[in-house]
């Protein structure tokens, strides 16, 4: 079975930092493209960030310079250091797997978190 189990989330003011995790377990961890999605009510969800199996990454403009991703082989483990945090940040945060590439498209990961809740109040 595999799954995808994400911590970290919470409520910070704006100009705050969170940590997030994303633990796997079932998959072959090291050769995953893994990815930071998020989706705030009554938007789409978009990609914030991956990171590939050569720990190439990549950012939503959003996001640029004030977050980074990362990803721990051994410990099988994706995180994401949130700084600056700002209001717009306000989201559910989902990390997913995909197997063939690092696609844009959520449907597109062969395997996805259930998500924690990033709330940055102003």
């Known amino acids: 079975q595999v799954l995808l189990v994400e911590s970290g989330g919470g409520s910070v003011q704006a100009g705050g930092s969170l940590r997030l995790s994303c633990v796997a377990s079932g998959i072959t961890y090291s050769s995953y493209c893994m990815a930071w999605f998020r989706q705030a009510p009554g938007k789409e969800r978009e990609r914030v960030a991956r990171?590939?199996?050569?720990?190439?990454?990549s950012y939503a403009d959003s996001v640029k310079g004030r977050f980074t991703i990362s990803r721990d082989n051994a410990k099988k483990t994706l995180y994401l250091q949130m700084n600056s945090l700002i209001p717009e940040d306000t989201a559910m945060y989902y990390c997913?797997?995909?197997?063939?590439?690092?696609?844009?498209?959520?449907?597109?990961?062969?395997?996805r978190g259930q998500g924690t809740q990033v709330t940055v109040s102003s």
């Open positions: 997913a797997a995909a197997r063939t590439g690092c696609w844009r498209r959520w449907d597109e990961y062969n395997y």
């Open positions: 990171v590939d199996s050569g720990s190439i990454t």
